[in-house]
Structures are given as C-alpha cells and as structure tokens.
C-alpha cells in the first residue's frame, strides 16, 4: 500500500514501514521499520529549514498494488514516486526503490533478488532486510545495485592506502585512529548518508552495495542529487551543520609533545620560541598533568599557578590547550558521584571496567544530558576560569581496553545501537559549555567524529599513528577522506606519534616531508612520542609513580638542517594566513573543505578521479606532497581547465599533462593556479 501524508510518500507491506520524505536542497530522507512507529531521532539530520523544499508527490492507485499477477509479472513501473528539486525516487509495485536524478540517470537502486521482482531470479534475496535481536531492535541489513565504473569517496578516517573506496569493506565503529562518519560522494553524482550510528559495516563491492547495523530500530539514510562534488557537499553540510568560523589562533602553528611534565617546562618552551622570534599560536599540555583521571584539574605540584601560566602565554600570544580525557578512575574524587548518578558507561557483563590506563576505569556517558552538564561544571571551575579556553578530547571514540561493543550501554542505549555518537556528544559537551561560557568559536582537537560533529567545533587529529613514510600515505588518504565526509577541520601528529628516535636520520629525512605536508594541512601542528623516553618513577601501571616524557619534539630538537627546514614553513604558514583565513570562511558558510580531493574542483576531468595522492589546498594552491622516503622528485597531473605555475621555479605548465618536479629537502611541490599571486616565496 502506498499513501502520502504531510509531504511524506509512506509504503506499507505487511510489517513493513518505510518512509521518504523531502530534507534539504535536492534531497531525500528515507526510514524503514519493523516496528509500529519510528523513533523520533534524527542523529546527524538538522531540522531542514522553515521554507519547505518544491515537492511532488504522486501515488498511482490505479495499478492495483501487490497483487499475484505483478508479484510474478516482473513489473517495474512506477506505482508512487516523490520529487525534490534534482532527485526522484520511485517505488515500483512491490516497493523496491529506485532514485533518479533531473536527467533521469539512475543514481542508485535498491538490489531485490527475488521472483516477484525479477522473473529469473529465485534467490529469494532481499534489499531491506530485518532479522529480530531483542525487544524491537533489528540486525538490519541493505542493499544496492552497483553502478559499473563508480569511484566512492569519503567515509571518514579508516588506516589503508584507498582514497576511493569502491571494493572495501569497512567497519562502522570507531578505534584509536579510525573514525567512522558514513558519508560518501559518487562519481556518478549523488551523496550517501547512512544515518544510523549503530556499530556494523558496509562493503561498496563489485556486485552490490551492502550496509548492516547490527542492533537498531529503524534504518535511515539520506541521499542528495547534485552536478557537482562541492553542490553535493554544501547540500549535506547544510543538513548536518557546519564548521564555526576558525579562529585566528587555529591558524597558526601548534607545539605539542607527550608531554611537558609541569608548569615551568611548557613555559620555557613557549618563550624560546619568541626569543627566536618563531611563530606559536597554540601550545599544548598534554595527558598526566592531572591529579588523577576524572578529576579534570592541573596536578598543584607540577601546575602551581595555572592563572599566571595563562596570562603569561596570553601575553605572548599564545593560547594554551589542555588534555581532557573521558575515563574516570575509580580513585577519583568524582567517581562516587558519577556513579550514583548514572553518568558512567555501563558494562552488560564483567567487572564495570571499561579501560586500564595506568589505573582502573570507566568512561564518562556524554549521550546523557547530565554528564554532559557535569563534566563541563568541573573543567570550567578548574581550567576555564583559570584562563583556559581550548581543551583536547583525548581518547574520544572512546578507546576500550577491549573492544566488546556489545558489552556496553549508554544513557541513549546500547554500544551497538547508538555507540558511533560518542564522539559527537563528547564534542557537544564543551562546545555547549565554552558557548554558554561567552565564546563565539569554540575549537576542540579532538581523536574522533561522527557525521555532524563538525558543527560542535571539532578539529579532530588522526591518532596514534607510526613515524613511517607508509603511515604518511595513509594520512595523506585519510585527510582527504574527512575532508569529503564533512569533518574540514583535521590534522595529524606531524612526524607519527610512535616509534621515532630523534637522532635517527631516517626519522628526521620523514620529519621533514611531514612537516612540509602539515604546513598544507588545515590545522599545522607539531606532536609526537619521541624515543627516548624519561622520567618514570614506581609502579606507573597502577597508577602509584610519576608518569614520564618523550624526548624533545620542538623545532630545534633535531639538528641545524631540519630546525632552518622547519623555520621556512613556520614563515611560510604565517605568510599564508589571510588566504587560509578566507577559505575557513567558505569552510563556515558554505561547508567547503580547505583541503580536497582534485575532483572537487576539477569533476569534469577524469583523469583525476584516479589521482589520490594530491589535493587542493583552497582554490589556487595544488599540493603534491612528497611520501616517498628516497623520492626527490616526483610526477604531478596538472588538471584540465587551468594553467599552472611551478611556486618554486616560476615555471607554467598547460593542464591536462603530468610533469615531473624536483623536489630536494626542503621543497614540497607546490603548483599555482592561473598565476595565483600568493607569498609562497619570500
């Protein structure tokens, strides 16, 4: 049975409900249930805006519905169909969708192997599939036919070679340097929200499209028409939110190491750098300056005057970042609270652990509105109204010891169900907070994100990743991936988090090339645990000795060459900030990425849906950064519809040709478009 109520095409069969409804410019929501009702969660969606989208709506109740003769007739006419500016979708007789675009190209089409669709096929293989769990949750299962040819893109942060992602199959859970956010663009011109956090998978195969949540009510996911990349991203940020304004300390350079172990430490850091007369916007106090885990405050021996540390940094220019993490330990003066309240995660099974971290803990709940109010209460009495104003949401996915999803539940309801939102929640907790508090652009780094938290400031980093050029490449890929995902704000541990020695050549040779990539990322920022390590005292795995460092990780810590190296892009980023500044305010208004695959500005182009290791950064400035570790130079496609000039040489070049580029040390392959006139060179 097919019905419109309210500007919503319903399909009705048996148990079945699904819903398509018009949200936002060109685009479609759709819900299926097994339940009597659908939930009133909209997870990643906004409201779409108070003047409603052109509409039509058209139901054919001539044709006789599901009757014998069309189950087995193979009919595929449309009996109900609903039309929102460039998309349609269509339900033939026995319900199987199919949308279209204004040029009626098929976009993408649910995949039905059974007889009443397709005379030939008895597979009895279904394209919305419900297999009962508990209560009214569903292991829900969908499917799509492929499009030959097709390139996917987005997806999010996930730790492999691919930038398209046609052929994978990836987990929809988050990890230490994964983060789901399923969205993607087609090259065949459409975008994909599977909006439904629960844990599970999809594999964009050769023969079918597949996504499973293993535990939900209802499926729902959103799809957009558009004739370009960036049409399509503007439409699902616009139904997602956006970025705010990036201030103009994100801009800059940010110093971070594990860890500056107190108060004077970080401070002496910070004023080298301006007795060298070097750029710093943001430095960092990491992990352990605490007094315990879930205590949210500076440990006082280390950390004596936190208010004078802040001025002192204030009137440097500089904004200090502290590391908040979500795990409360149970030796925490907050953890009897907490508990009695119900603002921990719970565990279905075991001990109520849920991470050992030097200590014995329990993650704090963000999806429950009281947490959220909690924990803000402790870090505004104990670091923002001591002089903080930026926090680093460490451990955000959030890290369980063990990853046992189905062992945990939330105040919004189980691991499995709704797990993919931590993220966001724990993002909205201070975003909130710091708004409420009287700040116009809140900024948070944080480990993770799902679809929309880049509206809740979330400038989210790629983890703990390997010092080698192979895990280079991969964040070359995963950066591109967000970018397209709606997550604009991101960046990595310049050089990896783990394994590097500082007096290793081969390190300071990656360094380098990484240092030279993150002057070109959105947000430059310099991290990592060097080897090696100091200052651990007693027995640190229980929580009872001094947590110690990682070796120095400034600008100056590696010798003459890297630091004059490295001295050259900290200028050359400084020189670059109106033009950063003015591509994060497209960023903001209209969801546009800084940096982005080169199909996002040259679509008509084929060769450069194939090319995955270059990027625009804005609209004038193509970078081929160099991820080679023996590379000195290398080759660049130069995209039809512009010229190019070599930034470095001055050289032009025609589109539509590969080059090959010289690329020594200390130069990263930097290619201007139509003569941009921008200060790459002094």
Known sequence: MFYKCENKLYYKYDNETVCVEAWGENALRVRATYNAEFTDRDWALMKPAATKPVIDIKVDESKGGNTIANMFSGSNSSYASIVN?????????????????????????????????????????????????????????????????????????????????????LELAHRNSQASVPFYISSCGYGFLWNNPAIGKVTFGKNQTEWIADSSKQADYWIVAGDTPAEIEEAYTAVTGRAPMMPDYGIGFWQCKLRYRTQEELLSV??????????MDVIVADFFHWTQQGEYKFDPKDWPDPEAMCRELDEMGIKLMVSIWPTVDYRSENFTEMMEKGYLVRTERGVRITMTCFGQEVFMDPTNPGTREFVWKKAKQNYWDKGVRLFWLDEAEPEYTVYDYDNYRYYLGTDLEVGNVYPLYYAKTFYDGMREAGMENPLNLLRCAWAGSAKYGALVWSG???????????????????????????????????????????????????????????????????????????????GTGSFGSGADNEVWSYGEECFEIMKKYLFLRERLRPYIKEQMELTHKKGTPIMRPLFYDFPEDNKVWDVDDQYMFGPDILVAPVIEEDAYHRCVYLPEG???????????????????????????PLLLKNDAKLPIKE
């Open 270 to 279: 910070a004023r080298k750098h301006k007795e060298l007369g070097l750029p």
């Open 642 to 668: 512009a010229e190019w000039t070599n930034a470095w040489t001055g050289e032009k070049f025609n589109g539509g040709q590969t080059i090959k580029v010289e690329a020594p040390i200390d130069i990263i």
């Open 464 to 542: 703990d990743i390997d010092s080698t050029f192979e895990c280079l490449q991969r964040q070359l890929r995963a950066g591109l991936s967000m970018a397209i995902a709606g997550i604009p704000w991101w960046t990595t541990d310049i050089g990896g988090f783990h394994g590097a020695y500082t007096d290793d050549p081969k390190f300071r040779k990656l360094l380098m090339r990484w240092f030279e990539y993150g002057c070109f990322s959105p947000v430059f920022r310099l991290h990592g645990n060097r080897n090696p390590m100091t200052g651990f005292d007693g027995d640190i795995l229980s």
């Open 85 to 169: 500016g460039k998309i349609k979708a269509e339900f033939n007789a026995n319900g199987v969708l199919t949308f279209t675009n204004q040029k009626k190209q098929v976009l993408l089409k649910e995949n039905w192997q059974r007889l009443r669709d397709n005379p030939s096929m008895s597979l009895n293989k279904y394209g919305r599939e419900f297999k009962s769990t508990s209560g009214e949750n569903f292991k829900i299962t969908f499917r799509f036919c492929p499009n030959d040819g097709e390139k996917i893109f987005g997806m999010g942060q996930y730790q492999q070679k691919y930038l398209d992602m046609k052929g994978c199959t």
